[in-house]
């Protein structure tokens, strides 16, 4: 057997999964998101902000990915909600069996919202779906505004795209115009939003968007 | 054949291809870096300045791996030094096969140096050798000071670890005497080195290491 065939098999069985997860997801009227970026791009700093906005009126799940440590997971329940967090070992991303894994004592009839925050890496989890709603992928004002360019796999399978960290535009090298038109070449259809976790900047519309989505998705059942 | 057996021959693959480039650069004298890290943190930025600081005296060729655009390659040619874009399509690294394969075209005996810049990835290229003497890892203030600690596999196999972008630090939260404490709890014996390419501090004590280590790879020939 090739590296194709099994990179297929492997695929095709993460599917099988995420397809289950799914139809609970639907079942249950949860809305679920797959949160991806590189490392160290504010996954974790955009959770730390919308969660507490989220708080009244919304039960929600967070699901951290990392290939060591619990510290995200630790950030989390700091804001109060709940944190499960998946040790990946070496694993470059998360797939469908570690969501279905972590779930099993889950009482998912409690919940409106999940969020996975993926292990930070702009490639390899754009192959894996976990059941989500949309991935969200986050892009940092730090990082260069080609990164769409350069990982448009990432871009492609997104539904919408967060631009973080505008508090240090006045410090780096990085038009927002031209990193929003570069993703819109690749996906047409991409959501953006730009934000600030440091000064609070833009959190609430993307707060606003969310429990329109969370809401659509419950009405659904 | 399962998942695991299919890595085990990948790498082991990798590994024949690596130590027949190890074997070349051995007797050529060239002193070979690969360089990793997120996307975004500076890999290119840095040799944009450390290049033309090693001109005077040393023959430099760039390798430059991402899954798409020529971006880089087109930077670092501005600076004066070859180099050469490999697009890995979807792949999340690169292999000592893509090294040998964009090699043969090359006159080895006029260089002294090769950077192989390699795909933004933090958790994949630590597995790939590609026949280079050290891999060096760069982390930048503006991705946490965990970087570390959530991401120890590339820490243990890099030589040396470079923490960029320390103009950002009034305006990020970061440690850098954390940073290095919890890299050096994974790899005692690492080097380290701060700069930033926005200012150029630190960039002049790199480069003088660097030139140490091609003048003793040059030495044994």
Redesign the interface.
């Known amino acids: 057997?090739g590296?194709i065939d099994?990179m297929e098999g492997?695929l095709s069985k993460n599917q099988t999964y995420a397809d289950m997860l799914r139809q609970t997801f639907t079942e249950k009227g949860i809305f679920v998101v797959n949160l991806v970026s590189?490392?160290?791009s504010g996954k974790t700093s955009l959770l730390e902000e919308i969660l507490p906005l989220l708080k009244d009126g919304h039960k929600t799940l967070v699901i951290e990915g990392?290939?060591?440590?619990e510290?995200d997971a630790e950030r989390i329940r700091k804001t109060g909600v709940d944190a499960i967090q998946i040790n990946t070992g070496?694993a470059?991303h998360l797939e469908a069996a570690n969501i279905l894994k972590v779930l099993e004592n889950v009482d998912l009839d409690l919940i409106d919202l999940i969020v996975i925050e993926n292990?930070?890496?702009?490639?390899?989890p754009s192959?894996y779906d976990l059941g989500e709603d949309m991935k969200i992928v986050l892009v940092?004002t730090?990082?260069?505004e080609?990164?769409p360019?350069?990982?448009?796999?990432m871009i492609r399978v997104a539904k919408a795209m967060v631009v973080n960290?505008i508090?240090?535009l006045p410090?780096?090298n990085f038009n927002v115009e031209k990193c929003i038109s570069y993703a819109r070449g690749i996906n047409n259809a991409l959501d953006v939003f730009t934000c600030s976790c440091a000064t609070g900047e833009g959190i609430l519309d993307i707060v606003k968007w969310l429990k329109e989505k969370i809401a659509t998705k419950k009405a659904l059942v």
Chains 1, 2 share one sequence.
């Not at 292990?119 to 390899?124: A, E, Q, S």
């Not at 360019?149 to 796999?153: D, R």
């Open positions: 057997m590296k099994v492997i590189s490392p160290g990392d290939l060591q440590t510290n070496g470059c292990v930070g890496n702009l490639v390899c192959s940092s730090t990082e260069g080609d990164k360019q350069k990982y448009p796999s960290k508090d240090l410090y780096v």
